[in-house]
């Protein structure tokens, strides 16, 4: 019986697509890790989120396990070498959520180049201010895109229409220049020199870990912008505070941080760390809870794309 263990919660499209295709579907959103390493044994699949680490330990344990199952685009939470040594195939469903990263990621650049957020404060606050909120258009500006996966695709695509200059560089994949005529593929260095505004679409590796320092950013000739929908940890908060000082960032949209925990979920005001609590009071900062993928379609789609992966094993 291929029986899956769902670890953390999906969509039910998942477990109903699954299960008329012969899988049992049983749920462990509810379960400690002392749980799962006791049980995982006793399934060919396990479907996660973010709870839990599926590390040496996890997998050593999951004597029949056949895939990992992850609703969501990132795989840093696997150890997806030793899951292969293993025979463990590692699924994820990037495609599902990339259209919402891309919607997303410029939501909060128009908000932040147009006083959005700041406007509709005031208002509420029966303050009616009109040239202190003037803002800045993204015709005409240089956007330089980092990775051009699903993520930097989809971000590409929907700019596509604001009449701005779109570059790109990707170390791992070459632009199709027919399918995205609106992008240029350039070397790192011209991204450092053409730059207005910068939009991370990475994931998290040792390769990655930390990219956006203190020495990367002043490679740029111009004072820049800075997006992260990505991973918090390719980014190095208090050397993006050290410049946002300087004025060599003008602003950033962050919708996530180096300091959030695994989950995700256990990040509290009262444990701030320096760096955070200057972007919390920043004028120039458009934060986020890490919900840029977040919607409701995207977690019906993700669940429609990971079932069908499953299932094709």
């Known amino acids: 019986m291929n029986r899956i263990r769902l670890i953390d919660t999906i969509h039910l499209l998942f477990k109903s697509l699954v299960e008329e295709k012969g899988f049992v579907c049983e749920d462990g959103s509810q379960w400690d890790k002392a749980e799962i390493l006791k049980r995982i044994g006793d399934y060919s699949g396990v479907v996660i989120r973010s709870r839990f680490l599926m590390d040496k330990e996890m997998l050593n344990n999951a004597h029949n ?31 599902g959520n990339r259209d919402a990263v891309g919607e997303f990621a410029i939501g909060q650049l128009l908000s932040l180049f147009r006083n959005i957020n700041k406007a509709d404060s005031e208002v509420r606050k029966g303050t009616w201010l009109r040239e202190e909120n003037r803002g800045v258009e993204l015709q005409g500006k240089t956007i330089g895109i980092i990775g051009f996966g699903n993520m930097g695709t989809a971000f590409a695509k929907k700019l596509s229409g604001f009449e701005a200059n779109i570059i790109a560089y990707d170390k791992y994949i070459s632009i199709d220049a027919v399918k995205y005529p609106f992008v240029k593929q350039v070397t790192m260095p011209a991204i450092f020199n053409e730059t207005d505004i910068l939009s991370f679409h990475i994931p998290l590796t040792d390769e990655t870990r930390y990219l956006m320092n203190d020495e990367f950013i002043n490679r740029f000739r111009k004072n820049i912008y800075i997006i992260n929908t990505s991973r918090g940890k390719i980014l190095n908060t208090a050397d993006l505070v050290k410049n946002m000082k300087s004025g060599k960032v003008k602003g950033a949209c962050l919708d996530v ?40 379609e995207s977690n019906e789609k993700m669940a429609r794309i990971l079932a069908e992966k499953v299932i094709a094993l």
Not at 68 to 88: C, F, H, L, P, Q
Not at 269 to 275: D, G, Q, V
């Open 257 to 296: 941080s180096e300091y959030e925990s695994t989950s995700f979920e256990n990040f509290s005001e009262t444990t701030f760390p320096e760096p955070m609590q200057y972007l919390v009071n920043a004028p120039n900062v458009i934060l986020s809870p890490h919900i840029a993928g977040w919607t409701f």
């Open 65 to 95: 396990l056949k895939f990992i199952a992850r609703a969501g685009a990132g795989m840093e939470n696997i150890d997806v070498g030793y899951a292969t040594s293993k025979g463990i195939a590692c699924l994820n469903s990037p495609e």
